[in-house]
């Protein structure tokens, strides 16, 4: 590990303030993520500003009826709130499912959006990776691709976003706070939050330099059902092949709303509007299902390995809208 400089902020601007003032800082909450990248070498930051202790860690009623997720809310915490498993239970599920119980007692809700994809050549250190170092090249382009994408991807990148917690705040339509460096905020909804990987791939995010996420804001609670279907490797402690975060609102034997967000499968949670459209009036059957995997995987490339992920997408989305209209 290189040397580096630590401080502890004692306010969200002071910490905006300082990542302002050193090129490079990164600010650490739970290190469930920055400390294994700094260890492996990938992240090499000159300077660390903890955030543990500026606040932002409770839960909020809003005005609107939704909630207000302080960015140091911990994820084990999120998941528990009664608040959360009863109005918003893709949320909960898709936190559950992420990690182990043990990084979810340090994970933040802040760190967790931002926490960088487990692709295993951007880990290595060693071969072309054009997040870890830009202009080097992808080795998962016609390498080791079983966990990549089908869709979003560029020659540059083919790697996933790994936040399962993030695949439902999509589905929600959550909105992200931030304040910089020289005290102004901004929100920003999640749908435009990602960047996909165009030649520029180590920007993951629409951040600038410094500036902090404060909170996570969920608008008021939607009717319906909500499902979070998760397929990996193994029951636990394992990145998602491909997830499904689904809002199902029913009138009758007919849906009324869909929304549809995907992991797994993309560089950043993955919603299309032509796949929830296909879905609204129909029986949620196999024909709707299938009509709805088209627009998804309407320009999805396999690569090999992760060929398999196609028709596992249609399967799953099958099995999840018809868990959805039977309840």
Same mark, same amino acid.
């Given at each position: *590990?290189?040397?580096?400089t630590? =401080? ?5 601007e002071?910490? !905006?303030?300082a990542?302002?003032?050193?090129? #490079?800082a990164?600010?650490?909450a739970g290190?469930?993520n ?5 260890? &492996? ?5 000159? &300077?660390?500003i ?5 606040? @932002?860690?409770r ?8 909630? /207000?997720i302080?960015? *140091? ?5 999120? !998941?528990?709130? *009664?608040?959360?498993?009863r109005?918003?239970?893709? @949320? ?13 007692n ?11 994809t487990r692709c295993l050549y951007?880990?290595?250190?060693i071969?072309?990776?054009n ?13 080791v691709?079983?966990?990549h $994408? ?5 020659? &540059?990148?083919?790697?996933? &976003? ?13 909105? $992200?706070?931030t ?6 905020t901004r ?7 990602y960047?996909?990987p165009g030649?520029?791939p180590?920007? =993951? ?5 410094? =500036?902090?996420?404060?909170? $996570?804001t969920?608008?008021?609670? $939607?009717?319906?059902a909500?499902?979070?279907?998760k397929?990996?490797d /193994? ?10 975060a689904?809002i199902?609102r %029913?009138e009758?034997? !007919?849906?009324a709303?869909?929304?549809?967000a995907? #992991? #797994? ?8 509007? !032509?796949?929830?459209?296909a879905?609204?009036g129909?029986d #949620? ?11 998804? @995987?309407?320009?999805?490339e ?9 028709? @596992? ?6 099995t ?6 039977? %309840?």
């Amino acid at each position: *590990m290189r040397p580096f400089t630590y =401080e502890r902020a004692e306010s969200p601007e002071q910490a !905006a303030r300082a990542a302002a003032e050193t090129p #490079g800082a990164r600010f650490i909450a739970g290190g469930t993520n920055l400390i294994d990248l700094m260890k &492996h070498g990938i992240e090499t930051p000159p &300077h660390l500003i903890d955030v543990t202790r500026i606040g @932002l860690d409770r839960i909020e009623e809003t005005a609107e009826g939704g909630l /207000r997720i302080g960015a *140091m809310v911990r994820n084990a915490d999120l !998941a528990a709130d *009664m608040r959360v498993r009863r109005d918003y239970p893709v @949320l909960a599920r898709a936190l559950l499912a992420g990690a182990s119980g043990q990084l979810r007692n340090k994970a933040t809700t802040g760190g967790n959006l931002l926490q960088r994809t487990r692709c295993l050549y951007f880990y290595d250190g060693i071969t072309p990776c054009n997040k870890r170092r830009p202009g080097s090249g992808c080795a998962a382009i016609g390498g080791v691709n079983r966990m990549h $994408v089908i869709v979003g991807a560029s020659d &540059h990148c083919i790697a996933t &976003h790994p936040s399962d917690m993030a695949v439902a705040l999509s589905a929600l339509d959550a909105r $992200v706070e931030t304040v910089n460096g020289g005290g102004a905020t901004r929100t920003i909804a999640l749908a435009d939050f990602y960047r996909l990987p165009g030649d520029r791939p180590e920007q =993951e995010t629409v951040l600038a330099p410094g =500036e902090l996420i404060t909170a $996570v804001t969920l608008p008021a609670p $939607v009717e319906g059902a909500q499902l979070y279907r998760k397929v990996r490797d /193994r029951a636990s402690y394992a990145f998602a092949l491909v997830s499904i975060a689904a809002i199902i609102r %029913r009138e009758g034997r !007919a849906i009324a709303e869909a929304r549809l967000a995907f #992991g #797994g499968i993309a560089p950043k949670p993955w919603r299309v509007e !032509a796949a929830e459209a296909a879905l609204t009036g129909s029986d #949620g059957g196999r024909a709707a299902a299938d009509a709805a995997a088209d627009a998804i @995987l309407a320009d999805a490339e396999g690569r090999g390995e992760n060929d398999f992920k196609l028709p @596992l997408l249609r399967r799953v989305l099958a099995t999840v809208l018809g868990e959805a209209m039977a %309840r």
